[in-house]
Structure formats: structure tokens, C-alpha cells
């Protein structure tokens, strides 16, 4: 190669990196992986969570069933209310309840009829307003008429019936006309207390359902004439032209409001765990990068010798990098696409995922642009750290380390900054990452300052006795060792390993406590008041010991609150406080000579029994506390349409982890005792007999409540329980997959940081060989150097690690920080295991390596 002004071309310097490069990568086989990491984490992300959105936004109007709907509880819409949304299109009404079911065994059948509680769903002729109900015969069909029933899958099996058979709710026996297959609005309905049967509109009043007292909701939906209407605006006319009506409104950009909130979210923790993955990748593409530089050094003083300039060398090397990184995220960004519909399958049912491959642009860029920046930020150190130096120094870096270079450190500062302001600019919770990108830098900081400490402590350790040891402290600081980026990879790679194990256990003690392993058998609604004691003694009849306990329901809306004379009305409210959701429309009201079971008085006092003064309400504390109430303020309450003014007489500690009736507003029995409600029931049974028997007597039960009481609905807890089980294992099987990207990132650093270090230490492990040291010998001052750090870095990684699982946890999803803090040890623990194993099997070519040969290479 002749010395030369210009420099090498592009091209040319593409021939020889590519004639320097490995056809399988090797040397540059971590930095592929980090990047793959990476980018694979991040477009699965991306591409899941736009793909969830837009299917949210785009098919809005068929989830929600409408433009808008408006929901009220145990009442229709009034002639004034109902023309209001005729004014802005076409109206479709029905109504939805809990109800119990009957099977019917054809006459001469001597089978018992199974009883099961089912979700009513009754719509006019006009439903759908978009989308098709399908039914698993494949007819696209519309409301049904007359006795005939939609019914779900589940329904049939708890009924034991078929297709064409009839079964009773209330009063009406109606036919099973069709199986269920795809409901067009079953997203925005929410929460399920049984499966779906849909009827008529008139089937629950002639059922004997809609009595006054009667709990059910009467939905609303509104396809606009005028498309060009804003469904938040109108819902906002609707609030202030009728104040007290109680309404809950759900418009098409948010036709699930549960759906949206676990969205952001999942979108959210995914986020995190992408950058918290590039984090750790970008450390492994440092450590790839030196380690790979550092077996080229021979190549690059070559190079230089033959005329290279510092620049030739840069375009040579960052070429061969910018190939391994470009295949690293074209791969990446092959694999989160094929892997996203896995992630899909794991959250069916929770929310509208496309179940077949999906391309979305937008993510798939940023995740690219991210491979790219990181590749770029943290391999811009090593690789101008090389070209800074002479040939000479270069062919003695080994035993005289290159020293730091300042342009590198510029290079990578623009990197990190730049990575930071694509991430602040693509999210919608600046904030969050905002916070959590510091965080990152706090750690790396914390981490590098580490490294430092634990050099000089070693330092300063008095000289242990046995030789290896004596060694393998030694090794720590002396001059060239890798401390420090040794501290960092493993750091946190051992930081994944618990923040996997932190989010997992609390997930599992969030499912363990909210979802209680003791609870009511049954749970019945609408059991008239009249009816008290004879439903008491159809249960007790055949479980003498079964503890029932009835309490008033009711529905009513807080309209006002605050002191008598300065009350803020809530429909003049911009937006509400946090954690003021007793505001947000109609929700169950009780009232109650004594204090409830599970609940404890904080402040104020109960009313005495048979109290008869002011009207008195006692309020949840935490309620009390978002709204700035205290004992002495008032609220006023809507229930059916008339205004109630009550005094706050205590506040209240809820219990609410407790399967019990827990009420937000407790009042004093003179203030709803003449509003028309009933009651609800929970019972435990108690049980005594054998498996058999207790299966034949609940049947029996049931059966006998729902001809007593046709109008009422029995809850079964247990199959709840399940349920809610099943979500919460579903949302915990998303998180750990997810979770699983940072640790698989932590582990290639782990093996990427031994392996960098392993190069480092051949002219180590060379002259301890001829100087006679043992291939033992050796061995075991690699284990006892990477031990001694790995038990200094335990506590840091725990810390950092359970940081950011309770951010995940408590910020994120809002549940209680209860991780199984003994699991999360042993999985530390099994980290530190495989650093010694990675130790281990990073140190094993050193000892096939022959002196002879490795001095000549020296």
C-alpha cells in the first residue's frame, strides 16, 4: 500500500474490510447478537402495540357499537333525554343484567334442569349499528326476535342443551336459536359474571327483570348522521344540558376504556424493557468491539506500517462493524415481526390483536434507527481509540494498554444523547422514559464509580496467604485489567436477572392476594326485599350451617361535594382529580345500621340504630382524602333522577382485598329506605358431605332459587375466580416473555464481557505457564477473581434490578409491590452461578493455549 494524501476511498476500503472480515462474523459474533437483541425487542414492541392501536382506532365504531353511547343505571332514557340523541343520528337501546338461566328437559326426560347465571343482553331490532354478529354455522344475523336467543358456547355447556332447545330466564322460556361465534361489541362490554345470551328488547320486561329496585344498565348507542361530529364534544353537551342524569359516556376513539388504559400500559413496560435491553446490548457492543479490535491489533499495525492512515483505518473497521450490526438488525427486525403474533396468542381475549403477520413501517424505523445509534454510541470508543495510536504502541497494547482517548468519549456522549432524544420524541410518557433514561445513566455512572472503589479497596486488602487468591485480588488492579468494564457487564447483567425475577413474583403475589383463595360461594342479586327470609331458608333448608349475609343495593351518582355553602358541582369540573373516581357516573350505593365487616373507622362516628336526624353518609378515607373532604362536608347524590343531599358523618378504612360487599358510601337507613331497590346476597355454604352429595344439593339450590325467585341472579365465585385468574396468568405470561428480551441481552453481555476479558488475559496465563503455575492453578484464580467481584456487584444488581421492577410494578401497572423477595435471592444467586460457569468456560482455551506460539504472537 503506498502513502497516499487523499486517503482511501470508501470502495477501497470496503474491499479490504470485506477480504479482513469473517465470513461467519467471528470476533464480531456479540455485537451481532446485542444488536439483534435489541432491535428484535423493540420491533415486536412496536409493531404489537400499533398494531392494537390501530386496530382500537380503526374499528372503534364497531367496538363500541356506535359514535357514542350513554349508559344509566336502572332506568330508561326519558322522552327529553332520548330526543337529544335522536338529534344526532340513529338510536339503537337495549339493556344489559345479570340473570340465571334454566334448562328445560324435553317432556319424558327424567334429567334435572341445570340452573346457570348468565350475562342478558337485549337489543332493539336496530343492532348492530356496525358490525355483523356471526354465528358459528357461519350466518351473519341480526337481533333476534320474538323467544329466540343468540346464546354463547359456554351457556349451552352449563345448561347441558343444544342448538334448537328451549330454556327458561324469569318468566319467559326462550329458544337457543344459535351459537355465538364472533359478538361485534364484545370488547366494550367488559368484565363477564357469566356467558352472553342475547334477546330482544322486551324479553327482560316480560322476564320480570326490570322491576323497580331491579339492578340492570340501560346502554344507548348513537351512529351519527353527520361523521364530521366530535362524539367527546357531543357527550360534553349532553353532561351539561342534562347534569343530573347520571350518564357514563364511551365515545369511538376510546370504545374501550380498559382496553386503551392496558395498552399504554403494556406499551409502556414494553418500552422500558426494549431500553432497558438496548442498555445492556450497548455495553455488550462495547465490550464485542474492543475484544474484536483487540484480536485485529496485529492487522491494524500492519496496516499503519504499510501507510494507512489513522482514517483509513476508522473507514475499514467501522465498515466491517456497520456490516455486522446491519445483518444484527435486519435479523432483529425479521424476528420481532414473526414473533409478534406469539406475543398476540398470549393476550387473545384481553385485547384486538391481528392473529397473522402484521408489517407495521413506523416501528419497525425506530427500532432500526435504534440498532443503528446504539451500534454507533458504543462502538465509537474502542474503534477511535485504536486509530489514535502508532504502530508501535499498537503491537504493545497487550502489555502496554492504549490509554484513553477524549474524541472517543465526545463520540459516544453525541451517541447517547442522540439515543436519548429519538426516545424522548417518539414516546407519549416523556416523563416515564425520561426518568428511566436517567436512570440508566445514574446506574452506568454508579457502576463505573464502582469499578473504581473496588480497584482501590483491593488495593489496600492486606495480602491473603494463598497464592491463587493473592493472584486473583492482584489481577483486580493491576495496571490494564478490565475491572471496570467488567463491573459494568456484569452488573447488569445481573440486574436482569433480578428485575426478571422482582416483576414475575409480584405479578404472582398481585394474583395470589387480589384474586382470594377463600371467598363466598355464591354471590345473588336482586333478591327481593319482601323475600328475605324465605331465600334464607331455601338455602339453610339443605345447608344448615351456610352463612348468608344480605345487604340494600342501590345505584346513584355523587352530583356535588365539599362544604355546605361553596359545593363544587362535578358537571362544572374541567377534569377529575386523581383518584376521585367515585365522580365518574353511577355506582352501587348501601346503607347500614352498623359498620360493615372489613371496614374501619377512621374519623367521625356511626350513627345509632334506628337513627332518624339529617341525612348521613360515611365515605371511603382514601375518596375523602383525593376530593379534600372532611367529616362535616356534604355530597349530593342522584339517585333515579332526584337529588339527595347528605352530611358526611365518618370516614372509613375498606378492606378491599376481602371478597366481600365493599361500598365506597355507606348511608344512614333513613336516607334510601324509600328509594326502590333490593337486596344482595352473599353465601357461604359450608358444606359437609361427601363431593357427590355437595354437587347434588347445590344443583338442587340452585334450581329451587331460580323458581323462587325468577327475578334474581346467582353469581358463581369460583368460576370468577378462575376468570380473573386466568387474565391476570395471561397478562403475567406477556410480561415474563418480555421481561425474558433484558435477560438474554444480560447473558450475552455476561459471555461477551469473559470473552473480551479472555483475550486480555492470554499473556497473563502464558508466563504464569512457564513460570510453572498449573493449568489448576490458573483456573482457579479466574474463578476467584470473577467470584470476588460478582459477590461485590450482588448488592448493586439487587438494587438496580428491584428498582426497576417496582417502577414496572407500582407506576405501570398499579399493583402492590410484593415480590418473593427468597425466589428473587435464588435467582440472583443462579446468576451468580453462571458467571462462574461463563468463567469457566471463557478460561478454558487459555489453557490449551502453547506458550511458544502465543509469545511469538505477542
Known sequence: MSAHTSGLSWGDAWRLARRDLNARFKGLRLLLVCIFLGTAALAAIGTLTASIERELQSSGQEILGGDLEVEVWQRSLNDEEYAALEALGTVSGGTRLQAMAISEPAPGQSEDASAAPIELKAVDELWPLFGTLTLADGREVAAPDGDTAWISQGALDRLGIAVGDTFRVGTVTLTAAGVIDEEPDRLSEGFQLGPTVIVAEDVPLRAGLLAPGALYESKYRVAFDDQGLSPRDEAEALEQAFPNSGFDFRTRDRASPGADRFVTQMSDFLTLVGLAALVIAGIGIAGGVSSYLDQRRASIATLKVLGASSRDIVRIYALQIAAAAAIGSAAGLATGVLVTPLFGAALDGLLPVETG??????????????????????????????????????????????????????????????????????????????????????????????????QRFARRLPRPSNPILRSALANIYRPGAPTGALVTALGFGLAAFVLLASVQTAIDGNIESRVPQEAPDYFVIDVPREGEQRFKGLIRKRFPDAEIRTVPTLRGAVLAYGPKDSMQRVADLEEIPEGGWILNGERGLTYSDETPPGNTLIEGEWWEPGYTGEPLVSINVDSARALGLEVGDYLTIGVLGAERDVRIASLRRIDWESLGFNFTLVFSPNTMADVPHNLAASVELNETGSPADIVTKRGEVLRELVRAFPSSSVVDVSEVLVEARTLLEQVALATLAAAAVA????????????????????????????????????????????????LALALVALGLGAGLGWVIITQLFEFDWLPDWPRVLAVLGLGLVMVLAFALGGSLPLLRAKPAQALREL
Request: contains cysteine; aromatic residues 6%.
Open 743 to 790: 435477560v438474554l441481552a444480560g447473558l450475552a453481555v455476561l459471555m461477551g464481557a469473559i470473552a473480551a476479558a479472555r483475550a486480555a488475559r492470554m499473556y497473563d496465563t502464558v508466563v504464569l505457564r512457564v513460570l510453572g503455575a498449573s493449568r489448576r492453578q490458573v483456573l482457579m484464580m479466574q474463578l476467584a477473581e470473577y467470584g470476588l467481584i460478582a
Open 357 to 454: 403477520f402484521v408489517i407495521e413501517p413506523a416501528p419497525l424505523l425506530l427500532a432500526g434507527a435504534y440498532g443503528v445509534l446504539v451500534a454507533f454510541a458504543f462502538a465509537a470508543a474502542p474503534l477511535l481509540r485504536a486509530r489514535s495510536f502508532p504502530a508501535m504502541a499498537l503491537m504493545r497494547s497487550r502489555i502496554a494498554p492504549l490509554s484513553r482517548d477524549r474524541r472517543a468519549l465526545i463520540a459516544t456522549a453525541l451517541g447517547l444523547a442522540l439515543i436519548c432524544l429519538l426516545a424522548l420524541i417518539t414516546t407519549d410518557r416523556v416523563e416515564l422514559s425520561a426518568s428511566f433514561l436517567a436512570g440508566a445513566g445514574l446506574a452506568l455512572a454508579l457502576l463505573a464509580g464502582l469499578g473504581l472503589v473496588i
